[in-house]
């Protein structure tokens, strides 16, 4: 029973005082976290007294820091402040590993948009340019029963090699038919993938691929239902009397809606020889 000369508090007064809602205080009441310390029995009335405030400023403070309910009630019951320690730090090495989470969340979404201006960029490239580039390890996919369903050979392909088929920043890529490049045919032989911090294959050969080193001549072209305007390329290797053998076409960017009917950008690479 409350003592007639101390003042007792409204859960409208608490919410007031705390700024927690009076619904979050229902709820605390309800589950037995935090109650209110006096019942009016003449009207039903209930009352908050000063010497609980402790006790919400810690559920408040432990809120703050996301502390869940059961860890609340742990720290709320103990009297052994080194066990309360050993809850906050294993709380923080979870709220570090989010933080890292999130943290890769937000590179993974700048990474997206550098991909997206460079796509704007890469649509500027009138000429052929001839590159040096290194080899390339990369997991690729093949089917040779059904040439379109390449896409899901190299789904599992990256399944089998990496452990994990959720990895954001990737970059997809096709091995072309190099006699298809003259009747401006955009043909795929197969499709492979890189990955910006590139992992280790090795330990499953089956799946991956090398692209050679050398030098390329590079050409980007937009790519619509299987075509593409080769002709600025085709010119360029005609005048310098180089039979195309290997070519390979990296897309510009990688873009989360379905785009092979709108068109997509791609740099051509033509192994030159020698």
């Not at 590079?218 to 360029?236: G, H, I, T």
Request: hydrophobic share 35%; charged share 25%; with cysteine.
């Amino acid at each position: 029973m409350m003592p007639m000369a101390e003042k007792g508090y409204t859960i409208s007064e608490v919410s007031k005082i705390t700024g927690l809602s009076k619904h979050t205080l229902r709820y605390y009441a309800r589950i037995n976290l935090f109650r209110p310390n006096y019942i009016d029995p003449s009207n039903g009335y209930r009352y908050y007294t000063y010497d609980q405030f402790w006790k919400l400023d810690i559920i408040i403070c432990c809120r703050s820091i996301n502390i869940s309910i059961p860890e609340i009630r742990e720290i709320l019951q103990s009297e052994d402040n080194e066990r309360v320690v050993r809850l906050l730090e294993a709380h923080r090495e979870e709220a570090l590993s989010m933080s890292r989470y999130y943290q890769r969340v937000a590179d993974d979404i700048q990474w997206y948009s550098s991909q997206h201006e460079a796509m704007y960029r890469a649509d500027c490239y009138p000429e052929v340019e001839v590159k040096e580039l290194p080899e390339r390890t990369v997991i690729y996919g093949k089917n040779e029963n059904n040439v379109k369903a390449y896409h899901l050979k190299l789904q599992e392909a990256v399944y089998h090699n990496t452990g994990q088929n959720h990895v954001f920043r990737r970059s997809y890529g096709f091995v072309l038919n190099a006699a298809e490049i003259k009747n401006n045919n955009f043909k795929k032989e197969c499709e492979y993938l890189m990955f910006p911090d590139e992992p280790s294959y090795a330990q499953n050969p089956e799946y991956t691929m090398t692209l050679p080193a050398g030098k390329y001549a590079c050409y980007m072209v937009k790519v619509m239902n299987e075509r593409a305007d080769f002709s600025v390329l085709n010119r360029w290797l005609l005048d310098r009397r180089i039979e195309p053998s290997y070519v390979i076409a990296d897309e510009a960017c990688l873009q989360l809606f379905e785009y092979l009917e709108h068109g997509y950008l791609c740099e051509v690479k033509v192994l030159l020889p020698g």
